[in-house]
């Protein structure tokens, strides 16, 4: 059986997932982020949820919540309903920029780095995000005819740069 998909207003954010948990999806499961920066319609991130119902034994009932949230705004934090949810808010802020507004596990210290190094900037998981490995040295693992092969350029075919991916001429030299 496939999940269930519901979608959420970001303002309602907190009170969904407690009101997911309060019918029984009481497994949290996971949170993260999708940049959806580049959708005409409503440019942003969808936070999302994943939530388990194990009530039924030998059944799984699963839930996804998903809310867009605009570029810049925060969304409310899920610390209070699943104290798990800590360890993923810490991550999709630090990796989406995203602000988690009510933030509390438990330390006083706020969300602070999780996985990046001292120091690190930028928001690695987001499409903007400039790859400085691509840029610095020829990648091998190219998808465009010739693309990580110098001699078998194919001139019948435009090469195509992807979102987040530098010009060539950007980076060390």
Not at 29 to 53: F, K, N, T
Not at 59 to 69: D, E, I, P, Q, Y
Not at 72 to 97: I, L, N, Q, Y
Not at 118 to 131: I, M, N
Request: aromatic fraction near 8%; proline fraction near 9%; include cysteine.
């Amino acid at each position: 059986m496939a999940d269930e998909t519901r979608e959420v207003e970001p303002h309602g954010w907190r009170a969904a997932v407690a009101a997911a948990r309060d019918e029984g999806f009481s497994f949290f499961d996971w949170l993260s982020a999708v940049d959806r920066s580049h959708d005409e319609d409503a440019p942003g991130l969808d936070v999302v949820c994943h939530l388990y119902d194990t009530a039924e034994q030998g059944a799984l009932r699963g839930l996804l919540l998903v809310t867009r949230v605009p570029d810049g705004e925060p969304v409310a934090s899920v610390t209070e309903v699943f104290a798990g949810a800590a360890w993923h808010e810490r991550e999709t802020a630090e990796m989406f920029g995203l602000t988690f507004e009510g933030f509390d596990d438990g330390t006083g210290q706020g969300i602070r780095p999780l996985l990046l190094p001292d120091g690190f900037e930028g928001t690695p998981l987001r499409k903007s995000f400039q790859l400085a490995a691509r840029a610095s040295k020829p990648w091998p693992g190219g998808k465009e005819p010739g693309e990580g092969h110098e001699s078998a350029r194919s001139p019948s075919r435009r090469r195509v740069q992807a979102p987040g991916v530098p010009p060539p001429e950007w980076g060390p030299r």
